[in-house]
């Protein structure tokens, strides 16, 4: 590959980036597509030169983007171009789907830090700060809207207590970052299979969903942690608000470990897969009481290797 083609497709991937852009500024429709699409142009051009070329094409386009755009364009450019590279340049050297998931995670999670960060620096944006705000705004509105439509007074013991709860969620925000940087990762990895897979007549695709297996160590750094926030007394504090963090997470893991098992349990006891598809929406819609068992089927998948007695029982 000459230097005339590759500044070739480095002049295309960024004009198409910046289209993405303007497109997303002016439209206001075309900003939740246009989010996991920006990361595509560094996807294809790290694929098709590997990281280094693709690190000086991520250079120029965030400097030009900041220069057209100002924050916004740098934000979105780090974002996009740290996501789209690391994903890129994983698949240009053949890893597993899973692990070019963890690279793309990886560059969401690194992305949004910086994004979180940023506006709080640059902006003197307060997050916790604004939660809070927000949150008794909300409570206050949700009060005065109950006395308008005729409901009477709530409670003030219950308004504290919803208030309280939502309020738990700024400790959340590192759990939000993680789980967010990694969904997004896994999205853009999508798409990027899709059109890699157009474009240059690859294969790419993720294994089936069923055989999705995470480490043991997972349930035992959960459970570990679960007990220790379970003997946690006094004033909340940084090392409290780390292991929800980790809880959160964890728990993220084992909860998409529950539903794998349920679509490896479809596919071999050749289940109708509408089962399982309705235990994610069931999931979604009654969180209180599915996710405790979801999360257990996922505990249960991992601890006792259920998979491998299944098979057994089957012979």
Known sequence: M?????????????????????????????ILPATVLFPLPFLLFAYKYDWKKALVFTIISVLLSFILFGDLGLLISVLAGVTGVLIGSALNHGMRPYDVWSRGALGGIIGLLIIFVYIQIIFQVNWQHEIIEFTKESVALSEQMFKNIGIGTVPAD???AIENQMLSFTKLIPAFILLSGSIYGFIVQWIGHKVINRVHKENFRFPPFRT???PAVVIWIYLIVLIITLFQSGEPGTFMAATENI???????LLIQGFSFLFYLSHEKKIPRPIPVLAIVLTVIFPFFFLFIIRLLGIADI?????????DRDE
């Open 2 to 30: 000459n230097d005339t083609e590759q500044m070739k497709d480095g002049f295309l991937y960024l004009m198409i980036f910046l289209v993405l852009i303007v497109a997303s500024a002016f439209i206001p429709l075309v």
């Open 158 to 160: 219950q308004l504290e």
């Open 247 to 253: 809880v959160v997470v964890l728990g993220a893991l």
């Open 303 to 311: 601890g006792f290797d259920m998979r491998k007695l299944i098979s």
């Open 212 to 214: 999705l297996r995470f």
